[in-house]
């Protein structure tokens, strides 16, 4: 439950206040800055009551300030939600950067419940406000802009033919064992065939390249047949039971939301099974978007970019536009594995949108370069773009210009977004997603790159007051 009123201050409270509380100085300016911007408090609350009829009243819930604040500690820490309660719960300084102060702190699952209800886009115009309010306190001049792309995981194990077919069978059997402990009459005519899947996929996973040529088709038929038996057995059960009802609302609840999932991996199933018989039998080569890579995160794609160390990985590939002092303008999570060269022109537009006017300096590698590109830049008014040109035999006139220290400044420029891009990774935990769902990634990249830009701005106002103290 979220509640939309400020919570009563106590006067265990106002002591507290009184004394005052020594936060981090990073944590301390980030107070300060989301106190100052109410509109982003707003964008919360507008979520946390959406769907509600009176939003005001009920049990004690999260507020949005509390929500906000814990969304944001969250990653800037790297914790999962049990730790963060925890550290809420056990710090007063944290208790007073989250709003809690003397008040009882919910359980992890609360913390779950509430953040679930932001959405990526409301996350997105969170953080144009943050961009827009370190514009508007001059900590950022729009001058220069470098841009980029990578890929974040979902929290998938590596997808083979043989593992996506245990997976089917493994969680239609558990759904049909629990449907079966809240029917009256239980179920009958389901067998069980997850030690016979189990073992067949095993066999082909540790089999050797020799046995892999002779004995495979084998092995992947009898576990493409029992596959096929489970998930044949399983829609004969929601057949069966399609009429059965219970007194218990409840119960009854929980077993037409058992049938929906049973129904809904039946059918991933049925592709798991074609992607293994095309593939593996026929020894056709199957699209990217036609394969199912997981059952559980289905929006997961497939990316390639020729990295010796990783060449394949699975996720989502995601486009950043970084600003000079580190903040990130615009981010993207994009669908399947596009050419970066799409990228420019609403990279340009949207800088254009947030600071009035196009970048002096852009740069990029070589993914984004096409003379279009180039020439929209230059129309765009930018003075110097350095990206590299791809492929073919430059030009005398654009290998002196690829040489020339303008250039090779303005690449040493856009290295610095592998070190943000690395700082997401390790620091803001953007390397795989534990979140399920394609809108719940999103939103968890959107809580990466703000957790990010708010650091930033913490940093460039401690710089500011430094300079204004040497100045007085």
């Not at 057995?233 to 077993?255: E, F, G, Y």
């Not at 056709?284 to 559980?296: M, R």
């Not at 990206?387 to 220290?405: L, M, N, T, Y």
């Not at 700082?423 to 390397?431: A, E, Q, S, T």
């Amino acid at each position: 439950m979220t509640r939309a009123a400020h919570p009563q201050i106590t006067f265990a409270d106002l002591e507290f206040i009184r004394q005052g509380v020594d936060l981090d100085p990073i944590l301390r300016k980030i107070s300060e800055f989301l106190d100052d911007q109410p509109e982003i408090v707003e964008l919360v609350r507008q979520d946390l009551e959406w769907g509600l009829k009176k939003p005001n009243t009920g049990r004690k819930g999260l507020t949005p300030e509390q929500t906000l604040r814990s969304f944001i500690l969250r990653r800037i820490k790297d914790w999962d939600y049990r730790e963060l309660r925890e550290r809420i719960a056990d710090g007063y300084s944290l208790r007073c950067f989250t709003h809690f102060y003397s008040s009882g702190v919910p359980k992890h699952d609360a913390f779950n419940e509430a953040f679930n209800k932001l959405k990526p886009a409301t996350i997105k115009a969170i953080n144009d406000l943050a961009v827009c309010g370190a514009v508007a306190l001059d900590l950022e001049d729009g001058n220069k802009l470098r841009v980029d792309t990578t890929v974040s995981e979902t929290d998938i194990h590596h997808p083979t033919d043989n593992t996506l077919l245990w997976d089917v069978v493994r969680v239609i059997t558990r759904l049909i064992g629990q449907l079966g402990e809240l029917l009256p009459k239980g179920i009958r005519g389901f067998t069980n065939r997850t030690r016979s899947a189990r073992r067949r996929m095993q066999e082909i996973q540790r089999m050797t390249a020799r046995e892999r040529h002779d004995q495979q088709e084998e092995k992947y038929r009898e576990l493409i047949w029992t596959t096929e038996q489970v998930v044949g057995n399983a829609r004969q059960v929601l057949n069966k039971t399609k009429d059965v009802h219970v007194v218990d609302l409840m119960d009854d609840i929980a077993i037409q939301e058992l049938r929906r999932k049973i129904e809904h991996y039946s059918q991933l199933g049925d592709r798991v099974v074609d992607q293994t018989r095309r593939r593996v039998l026929k020894g056709e080569q199957v699209p990217a978007n036609e394969k199912v890579y997981s059952i559980f995160e289905i929006h997961t794609d497939l990316i390639k970019r020729g990295k010796i160390q990783k060449p394949i990985e699975f996720g989502h590939k995601i486009f950043l536009a970084e600003s000079a002092r580190g903040l990130i303008t615009q981010y993207s999570v994009l669908d399947g594995n596009p050419s970066d060269q799409i990228h420019v022109k609403p990279s340009l537009e949207h800088h254009k949108k947030v600071f009035g006017f196009a970048p002096d300096l852009y740069s990029s590698d070589r993914g984004f370069f096409t003379e279009d590109n180039i020439k929209e830049c230059k129309k765009a008014g930018v003075k110097l773009v350095c990206i590299p040109q791809r492929g073919g035999k430059r030009s005398s006139d654009r290998e002196a210009f690829e040489k020339s220290p303008a250039f090779k400044n303005g690449q040493r420029f856009r290295a610095g977004i592998e070190g943000r891009i690395s700082v997401l990774f390790r620091g803001r935990g953007m390397k795989r997603c534990p979140d399920e769902g394609r809108e719940r990634f999103e939103t968890f990249v959107g809580a990466c790159v703000l957790a990010n830009n708010l650091m930033i701005i913490a940093h460039l106002l401690i710089q500011k007051e430094k300079r204004q103290r040497k100045a007085a």
